[in-house]
């Protein structure tokens, strides 16, 4: 199979077990989920499915030497993301160390058709369920690894935040010691770093965004109180969710939905928000290599350990919002 990636170029796959897991209904369905989820099935972020970052990885994992076992690892990491992604986490109030995905991702890869399939290549599919089992696709944070460093690659390049001479620097100085990722050059961990610190102010903690997430898990959960969608619905793709969601004769639905497609006004109130929504800062401190091993940029940087630092304290109290109008 041959894949042209906009990050890491043109490529063919040839790994039997991946070719197949590529053709599952299961991988198949992260076509129609999107990273952003409402917002970019509005149009007010691109539209990068699971699909295209699930894939990613799963060339980063390839790229940087690892098995095909990880490799395995890598495209099935996200394989329980419900339609809208994590908006169901302000459904369930899954705001922990474990969004909501990762809590079901037993119980829906169990009843999905990727064990068969892994299974007539020889892989068990339990051997799939815990992704800190594989250190190039997952480390605790702000260390890098192959997930966040593809969803930040695709997020930013789409923000403009990083071009694609950043990002091919960024690829060319990355590394694996002590199992893991890393870079060897100070400057292009720096200059991750505070690409990153950019990336989650303009997109991922941005107000807009979460104030539409919170908005469309309201009208969700208020939907599935009232029989207008039932749980399975979750497990479809964004545009089919969204299209029951708008078609519902509920009043109440019909109002909650209204919300979410008008540009929503708002203003930070403590106290008395319409909502308040927990904090979920992501930054990254890369490893970058030096003599005898690897130090965090935090550790090599005074500056930017400051800045990180600064960043968190900022953002540590999450956002108390009230609604107008």
Not at 232 to 260: C, M, S, Y
Not at 300 to 312: N, T
Request: include cysteine; glycine fraction near 6%.
């Amino acid at each position: 199979m041959d894949y042209d990636d906009p990050i890491y170029g043109p490529c063919t796959i040839d790994e039997p077990v991946i070719l197949a897991l590529l053709r599952s209904q299961a991988v198949r369905r992260l076509r129609g989920v999107l990273q952003h989820g409402i917002t970019a099935l509005l149009g007010h972020t691109r539209a990068i499915t699971r699909f295209e970052h699930s894939c990613g990885v799963l060339l980063l994992v390839r790229r940087l030497g690892g098995s095909v076992r990880e490799q395995v690892a890598a495209l099935l990491h996200d394989i329980s993301h419900t339609a809208f992604s994590h908006v169901i986490d302000h459904v369930f109030d899954a705001h922990g160390p474990h969004s909501y995905h990762e809590q079901k991702k037993a119980e829906w890869l169990a009843r999905s058709d990727v064990p068969p399939i892994l299974d007539a290549h020889g892989f068990d599919w339990a051997d799939f369920l815990d992704d800190t089992a594989y250190p190039l696709l997952e480390q605790p944070s702000p260390r890098l690894c192959a997930d966040r460093l593809d969803y930040f690659l695709r997020d930013a390049s789409a923000l403009d935040i990083l071009d694609a001479h950043d990002i091919q620097r960024a690829l060319k100085h990355l590394v694996v010691r002590e199992g893991r990722l890393a870079l060897d050059d100070l400057a292009t961990a720096r200059l991750l770093a505070q690409r990153y610190l950019a990336t989650d102010e303009t997109s991922w903690s941005n107000p807009q965004e979460l104030v539409r997430y919170e908005l469309t898990a309201r009208a969700i959960k208020t939907a599935l109180a009232r029989g207008v969608v039932a749980e399975d619905d979750l497990w479809t793709v964004d545009r089919q969710l969204w299209e029951k969601l708008q078609g519902a004769t509920d009043p109440e639905v019909q109002r909650q939905v209204a919300l979410i497609v008008q540009p929503p006004r708002f203003v930070v109130d403590d106290a008395a928000p319409t909502f308040r929504i927990p904090p979920k800062v992501r930054t990254i401190d890369p490893d970058v290599t030096v003599e005898g091993g690897l130090r965090p940029l935090s550790e090599l940087d005074p500056a930017f350990r400051q800045l990180r630092a600064d960043y968190i304290r900022h953002k540590s109290g999450g956002l108390a919002l009230r609604l107008l109008g």
